[in-house]
């Protein structure tokens, strides 16, 4: 197998402290170590929680991002300190939802890379986001995300 | 078996209006066929909607009543009727839920009875009630009502 | 083990007519080959169907019947047959759920006998029937029937 | 991210009545903020209620809709007004659950738009509309409702 | 939305009798409300019976109908009391369960119409059936009926 | 029904800021309008977020509160604002869960109540904990809170 | 609907051995009452069990067969007879799936088929086979089996 | 933690072949390791099969068996030998799973036991058998089965 | 609430080594917060993974340990790196779980404790052991741990 | 149906070793029975553990393999053994995933081979990996892998 791609990373292992804007948190990368095949990696993130921009309430989703590295791999605990800046910063739902996506694009340039946003309801009546960006290459595995959907009660 | 219980009933078979108010909603009954026994009814009632009497918003709930017939069964078209009078009016959850028993309690006089009142959530946290009356007599078997949980999402 | 309790029986393994009517179905016992211990007899039958007796339209069920023999089982392929005599007999959902129960005490003398009827819904609101005979002899094993509750769409 | 798209709503924030006739409910938009990308929005519905214009009985759906949107995006609390305006008002499932959809369609001309309508059982028998209006763009992502089918009881 | 195109039925609000066979009952159809658009209508009828054709014993199925109208919708009340008028006729299980389909198709006509067939197991092994007719329009939304598959116990 | 309850609370209806101190949040009560009989409300909040003290990261948990009022009630709106007030403060799991617990009982003074906390995992081992307090009075009925529990993958 | 299509079978209805060879055992075939169009059949067996070759212990499987017939149909009592005829014979897992359908495809001759074979897991690592002959026609509708997979404890 | 105790055993590691006939099987016992505690033990065995007596067409089980040792544990790879001993003769439902039970009680003598036998359907009507022996010492934890009930389809 | 219970620990926060032997790894305790009242604490560690003592081959258990603590809690750390200290180290099913509570409680002095260990299957019988010590204080709340029963395949 | 295409193996039956490299271990393969025709075989390994390299602290994950073979199958055995090599080795989530296939690959030469990872989480976010290899040859039927997403709690 390959050699230690983590060994550069500025966060990993260290005391790090939760960055309080979207903006400014460093998304951190590794170099792919399988770079010479297509293949997906999916990250699920149940926590995310950012402030609605109209009212400053919480609000809460459950993302999942899925993508198909390039050169360069998210290195995950950076990922986990980048959805932990909107803790306190206000993001409307699709706005955010596909924000998100196009940040992570930005700083890993992959072949191809999609997000589920699950918001919770307010007001009984759930949003849910999908954006995809660039196209799955030939022969790539691509499972469903399989997020079941909101039942209300009963 | 028993003879036909329902020979008498107003409300079955003919046309019907949705009462408007619960309060001159008509809960009719029928002479329990099995009254030398203990059993259980339940009703379950997926479709229950009244008014936030604050807002005036849709609310939404999931109802299940068990009792213990005595002499009187409730007649369930006139319980059906009963509950969609709720449809324009004004409750707070935990009064609604508790009201509905104690107004089947006073028409139909049970050994025992409960309602379990399972909210749609507003604001991100909904409200269960759950109120019982009477006293279970010895060896009468009860389930469970088994609703699920609020989860959120994910 | 024990010997052929079945043996005498009239129905088992020969041609057989689905009984018109539920009073003239004849519902055939068995020794209990392990007399001798308390054990409960589950039987579940999902495919319960009778006539409602006001206005002729079938009506389904799923039943659940538990019982702790004495002396006497109940055959199963009888037992089939007299469920399905209901088929073309009109029953109310109350009356007729406690009805298979006190016909099966009668035939077959159990310590204790429970009958679950979980009703398809008519008009939104589902009916379920809990009745239990006799008592639970000391240190016998009853599990819940654990029948989901009715959950209407979503 | 994008400026406050919201600021100009009328029903937002404010006191709200809920409208008396789909037709007069007022549907606001919003302007796309991510208009450069192909992204799907899901509305989720789970207390859907209208009339049964044959009998006036209450009639019950869970509602799904997707949409991909061009310039506006639909404002969610006015599509919960535009929602709720049905519950007084008689509407044919079939007809109901499309109408809904040709509404949002001519106020906010998506690229694509699809409705699920999930009725609960009157009679037995459960309705599920399906109706779905435009062409997908190339490589967005859209996921099955996965709306569970009705199964009676058992 | 559209007229009443309900206003010209036979069996609709007045008193039913079960036809005795499927060949004599009549189903009824009304005009399609949104004809100039494609969608999909699903009907689940999970309390459907019939008898072996062998052994007169009774057989159950739960069945999913999705069909795409031309013209013509099915009324459902009589789709009710046409599957219902197998309850005492004999029928095999991949025989029955498309007959039921191409009936429909001489009585509406639709562009495209489907079935499943989930049987009832009859000596461990159950049979499901799928029969699809016609094209499915370029563009119209066809969730997958989804039912569970069959497991035993455990 | 009971008069308006509702009537002298502050925060319902107006503008309301998330505390920033569970301490100094208002936990608003109204008189109980069934205080003569004794019943279960819950409350189910699948969307709580603290800080871990020890390094400051994000932690989430999904609450699930029982109690039986005496003479007052929970207003749920305060609830929700107390709940979010730990949005920024650090609490271990264990003493944060019974806190909660203690404060309402302080503030409403129930016959008994009892909260869980399903803890999301940090470190592959989730932390549970259930506590309650008081005794619940003779014939209440008290549901589980059925909360599954943590599985891993697969 | 068609003329009985079982009337020549020589095992259904009169008394059956159990073969001791899936070699030896007779797959009987009926002619396929509606072969003027093409529609897929499932059996779905989940009682199947063989003999490990190396050890002669038990192996048990879930097995599901999905076809569209030409002429024929497999007649199902005979098929079930064929799949207990594996009881005492050893049988690789791999070779044993495909060679079930192969055995199928000779005598009924198809116009497609496919077998999935869930074999309960021996030394924690179950292996399912998948194996599909022939084309599926233009139209015809084909639901995934949706087993579910093994997911060990927890 | 405790010694081997399982050094004398004769039938684990080595070559095995399947004993047929239960009555001359060998179920071997080990010491308990922690025998001056009380504690539960289940075995799970979703592969148990038998011949009907009366037709010797194959029967299926899955069973779940608790106890609560005193001096000796039951050697598992023994019990599967004992359970595999019945594949090949016959048992009725009701005698079976209580016979196996019996057998156990004979070997190791523990202070408590039951059995769950959850038996596939023949007819349409699943039997389950429930049966406990001795007394459940005080302090004991002993968790429900847990098995699902049988459903049918749909 | 409480002060920083935690800063006395010795593995928290620094670098740790996996123990490599279950007797020698360092369980850590910390002053109970609340302990003034009784409430429950339950751990779920789904990947425990031990070496077969007869076989060196790897097991693998998915445990839930429940406890109602006196005057000290366990640290989560310590038990993850405890519990990871049976990697390489073997161990029997039944003697394994049993001897993981009986350290706890020797470390912890709780007023009650109970473990489940639900083990992966070998040989298709999984075992599930269930151990419990002391006394549960009157009105403590003591939640299932409801872990699914094994259930094979299909 | 074939010969016995084990007889050569090495591993199979003799006692084994859990090799302590995975670089090491012995893969093994058998004859491909049913050659002449395209299968997939799919092995389940949820108890699959491996060491984080930068902590050395132990990982977890469910992994899926779908293949199909052309004149090689896997020894399962030998997989597991394979496997259980990472027990004590450092393996980082997305190349390990991708190595075991390209392992796989290298060894047996398939047609075609995916692999799915689902790892256990650690910080709240877990990784899952999917890997393709080859391209499915033209009518060969591959079910999705069905793993369950993350949730969380709740
Ligand atoms: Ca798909
Ligand atoms: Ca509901
Ligand atoms: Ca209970
Ligand atoms: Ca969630
Ligand atoms: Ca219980
Ligand atoms: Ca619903
Ligand atoms: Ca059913
Ligand atoms: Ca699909
Ligand atoms: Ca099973
Ligand atoms: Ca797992
Ligand atoms: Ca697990
Ligand atoms: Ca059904
Ligand atoms: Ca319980
Ligand atoms: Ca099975
Ligand atoms: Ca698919
Ligand atoms: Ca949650």
Avoid at 60 to 65: D, M, P, Q, T
Avoid at 141 to 151: D, F, I, K, M
Wanted: hydrophobic share 40%; proline share 8%.
């Amino acid at each position: 197998m390959s050699d230690n791609i983590y060994q550069n990373l500025e966060q990993l292992g260290g005391a790090t402290v939760l960055p309080d804007d979207p903006k400014t948190a460093i998304l951190e990368s590794v170099q792919n170590p399988q770079a010479d095949v297509d293949y997906v990696v999916r990250f699920t993130a149940p926590e995310f929680t950012s402030l609605c921009p109209m009212t400053a309430q919480p609000d809460f989703a459950h993302l999942v991002i899925d993508y198909i590295p390039d050169q360069l791999l998210v290195e995950s605990k950076s990922l986990k300190l980048f959805l932990g800046a909107f803790r306190n910063h206000g993001a409307f739902h699709e706005d955010c939802t596909v924000s998100i996506a196009r940040r992570l694009i930005d700083e890993i340039n992959p072949k191809w890379l999609r997000i589920g946003g699950y918001w919770y309801p307010r007001g009984g009546i759930p949003i849910d986001v999908f954006y995809a960006f660039g196209e799955v290459p030939k022969g790539v595995w691509l499972p469903e995300q399989g997020v079941a959907g909101y039942r209300g009660r009963g």
